[in-house]
């Protein structure tokens, strides 16, 4: 569905009310329909909303909130930047299922994220000439299963990600920490062309946004949010890339982290998030596609599938959601087939003895 501009402009001037926030905007547009509906709404209405209350809502009906949007408008439409909205089919799928996710993303160049292999690699800005080496290696070998590269067009460990997802013609996205109309760092500036023809860039501030050092901690759980693994290459004890970490586990996806000696400042991030059991100790590029189960289309064995198994109606409903994406995540499938988590987990157990799908690394399940 493509959104019209006004239906944008009353997106646009949601996102723009102080204290309301991604989570507090999905609240009101699900209770009203829309979000022009929501500024149509009686105040004493929406404060009975959970977690809403009068003071989230006691700036909403100010003319400057639409004033600003059309100005963000203009911007957009000047500079032919994609709004991606968080109901529409275009919008990135595994960023959907995230509850603080963007109301609106900005998006510029060719981004195709749609059914697509991701993976986010993020870690230190002042990043070793072995963690060059190993960052370089995994996208290499990884490259023949096509990912989509994530991370975020900073010093460092994003930028070698970056050149190495192009160096392999792989589609890469930058998820910035400012509005489309700044570049940071600029000295990056001179990559961004063959970013946005093989891939592009992502963001949910605007043109008028103050850059702020804060932005990238806001950033970085759209990194997290839009693929299915994050890999953490180095870092120090604390770092930007350990919270990314730390999302991507709140979003219930893989993390992975590159191990190093226990005396070098670079990797104590790194050993840390793995002997605290939150991320996967990463030795080899392809301990990725075995952790995730991914698999080139030549070794992909025929299965003779079980004939006539009886499947009751949420088992069906799963079964015909997995014919048609192949593999997904307990909350994708909970959230697809309108299901609780709790039964979803159980009706897939059920079909699990049945012999009718099968559990994969990942938290991931795909029908046999």
């Known amino acids: 569905m493509t959104r019209t501009d006004e239906e944008i402009l009353y997106v646009l001037a949601l996102q723009h009310v102080s204290r309301i926030g991604d989570v507090g905007a999905k609240k009101l547009i699900a209770h009203c329909g829309s979000a022009e509906a929501v500024f149509k709404e009686k105040k004493q209405v929406l404060a009975k909303i ?63 994220l749609q059914k697509q292999r991701i993976l986010s690699i993020v870690g230190t800005r002042k990043i070793t000439t072995s963690g060059i080496a190993f960052c370089e290696k995994l996208v290499e070998e990884l490259a023949v299963f096509n990912p989509v590269i994530v991370s975020g067009f900073a010093y460092g460990t994003d930028i070698t ?23 940071y760092p600029k000295v990056h500036k001179k990559y961004m062309a063959n970013i946005e023809k093989h891939g592009g860039f992502l963001s949910d501030f605007w043109s008028s946004a103050v850059f702020d050092r804060n932005n990238f901690l806001r950033r970085n759980r759209i990194i997290a ?38 005396t070098d400042s670079l990797s104590l991030g790194c050993n840390n998030l793995i002997k605290q059991q939150k991320a996967y100790l990463l030795s080899s590029p392809l301990d990725v596609a075995y952790m995730l189960n991914w698999q080139l289309e030549s ?59 099968r559990p994969l690394p990942g938290k991931l399940f795909e029908l046999v």
């Open 225 to 262: 949010g839009l693929s299915e693994a994050t890999i953490v290459i180095e870092s120090a004890e604390k770092g930007g890339s350990l919270v990314t970490a730390d999302i991507a586990n709140s979003y219930n996806r893989d993390v992975f982290a590159v191990p190093g000696r226990p």
């Open 50 to 112: 959970d977690g809403i209350g009068t003071l989230r809502l006691n700036n909403l009906k100010l003319e400057s909130h639409i004033k600003a949007a059309e100005e963000e408008l203009a911007f957009i439409k000047q500079n032919n930047i994609n709004c991606l909205y968080f109901e529409d089919a275009n919008y990135p799928q595994k960023l959907k299922h995230c509850l603080d996710g963007p109301i609106l993303l900005f998006q510029s160049g060719h981004v195709h």
């Open 299 to 357: 070794e992909k064995k025929p299965v003779q599938k079980q004939l006539f198994v009886e499947l009751d109606e949420q088992e069906r409903l799963i079964f015909n959601y997995l014919k048609t994406e192949e593999k997904a995540l307990l909350d994708s499938i909970a959230l697809h087939c309108h299901l609780p988590i709790f039964k979803t987990a159980g009706v897939l157990l059920n079909m699990e003895l049945k012999g009718v799908l």
């Open 161 to 183: 990600a970056h050149k190495a997802a192009l160096k392999h013609q792989l589609q890469t996205v930058g998820c910035l920490a400012h509005g489309l109309n700044q570049v």
